[in-house]
């Protein structure tokens, strides 16, 4: 037996002696999150793991840094960039948040990250070029492994642009292919700002079509947007990675190589929580971070007895406690029959103890107003009907609904009340949302059918406005669920 094992020994070492790696780190949708949470994530956290590795690594994001606190909302992105830039990222792409502060904020934020922008289906409308300095791909050396780095931007920005405009990805995937082949390199990454799992924005993925039509001329999918966390998942040979959100986590992806001939051997992820008592923190990253911190933020504007969560204690309850406080202000504000909130734009729980207008603007960092619309039954169950599956988009007040769903994934046995009675199809209603999703915005898109007539603005005041004055006026309690119930 022992010579067996010898045996085998000897005819693997040589394998092993030929074999070069080298590692790629990952992030995705960190969206301004700098600092630690309850001692877990950050960038200084985040730095001190990459200086504990490899010394040749790549490091990698797919995108949505620009906004989702108040650091980069202030500074419309660019302090994100600049933390980015400190960190040292090799690349990113565009996410749809990039978008956050309309257009004229995109090219600035771009121009000051030192790090690769890649976007291979990003152009100016107008040239039909890649705007400076974006570019299809880059072609990296590390640890002596010819890696190719392919970026493919999110195609839903959240301000409407005229002045860019985006292709299919798999066609921009396919030409850049094209031109990434006469550099041969020896890897073939591609970071996107789309989920292979996708089911928080209710759209079918384009992703995992990357390693059914390009298996054996890509190796690696980097993905995001939709938050999960991806793991040594296959699609044939090629292998995808998600990291989650909010700097919570990297991925570490070690790339295997023949040495003598720099063929491809195989890849593997593993994913580092950034938990700040086992990682600790590079002092530099956390000074910068720290002389970011926008002032007056951190004041306490409320305390609350319970953790006000953004999932439902009851599986078939697909409404959340936090998300329906959140309606029954905006429908106390708004005077409406029924108000709607969309789950997507509540970010993170609002969590027992105090409460600072930092957790707000983490929470909800949008500048959403109110808009009040004027619909009949018949728009509203086609609306609530579209959103229920593959997961439910939105909370209500002042509206319920039961359904099923049948073999197919599709809703059936659909009821809707509105304030405890049947909805009728003529009647009219009137019903009062974010103004982004009354624009159209997103999965708000049935309310481009609505003609501007009959949409009005209903004064100044921010969602986070709303949540303020609720936690002003003391007594906050998760409100119940039960108002959107698979049966």
Request: hydrophobic letters at 35%; one cysteine or more; a positive charge.
């Amino acid at each position: 037996m022992k010579k067996i094992s010898v045996l085998v020994a000897l005819l693997v070492l040589p394998i092993l002696l030929a074999a070069k790696t080298v590692t790629i780190y990952h992030t995705s949708d960190t969206h301004g999150f700098f600092y630690p949470q309850e001692g877990q994530g950050g960038f200084a956290a985040l730095s001190a793991v990459l200086k504990q590795g490899p010394k040749d690594y790549l490091l990698l994001d797919s995108g949505d840094f620009a906004n989702g606190t108040i650091e980069t909302k202030r500074s419309k992105g660019l302090k994100a960039v600049e933390l980015m830039n400190a960190v040292g990222y090799d690349a990113s792409t565009i996410g749809n948040h990039e978008f956050d502060f309309k257009e004229a904020a995109v090219a600035p934020m771009l121009q000051k990250a030192k790090f690769a922008i890649l976007a291979a289906n990003f152009f100016e409308t107008d040239t039909l070029k890649h705007p400076v300095p974006v570019k299809p791909y880059k072609i990296f050396t590390r640890n002596g492994v010819k890696i190719a780095v392919i970026g493919l931007a999110n195609r839903t920005p959240t301000s409407p642009t005229t002045h860019y405009t985006f292709t299919k990805p798999l066609d921009a995937l396919d030409q850049a292919l094209t031109e990434v082949e006469k550099e041969n390199p020896q890897v073939v990454a591609v970071i996107v700002h789309d989920s292979l799992q996708d089911d928080k924005h209710g759209t079918q993925p384009y992703v995992g079509e990357i390693g059914k039509k390009y298996s054996g001329r890509v190796q690696l999918v980097f993905g995001g947007h939709a938050h999960k966390i991806v793991q040594n998942e296959k699609i044939n040979d090629v292998l995808f990675v998600e990291s989650g959100c909010h700097v919570q986590n990297v991925s570490k992806v070690t790339v295997t190589t023949d040495d003598k001939t720099g063929r491809f051997l195989k890849a593997q992820s593993e994913l580092i929580p950034l938990t700040v008592s086992k990682t600790g923190e590079d002092k530099q990253i956390a000074q910068l971070a720290e002389s970011l911190r926008e002032p007056g933020v951190d004041e306490v504007v409320g305390t609350i007895e319970e953790t006000l969560a953004k999932t439902s204690p009851v599986a078939s309850h697909k409404d959340t406690p936090l998300d329906n406080w959140i309606a029954d202000l905006g429908k106390a504000y708004s005077g409406a029959d029924v108000f709607i909130h969309n789950l997507g734009g509540t970010r993170v729980e609002m969590k027992a103890g105090p409460v600072t207008r930092r957790d707000l603007i983490d929470i909800h960092p949008f500048e959403n107003t109110i808009s009040q619309v004027e619909v009949n039954g018949r728009f509203l169950k086609r609306f609530v009907k579209t959103s229920l599956v593959p997961r439910n988009l939105y909370a209500y007040s002042g509206l319920a609904v039961t359904y099923k769903v049948n073999k197919k994934g599709k809703v059936k046995d659909l009821h809707i009340w509105i304030n405890q009675k049947p909805i009728k199809n003529r009647q009219k209603y009137i019903i009062a949302t974010n103004t982004y999703i009354a624009e159209g915005g997103s999965e708000g898109y049935l309310f481009k059918q609505i003609p501007s007539s009959r949409k009005k603005q209903l004064g100044t005041k921010t969602i986070r406005d709303l949540l303020e004055d609720g936690l002003r006026q003391g007594d906050v309690v998760p409100a119940p669920t039960g108002r959107v119930v698979q049966l």
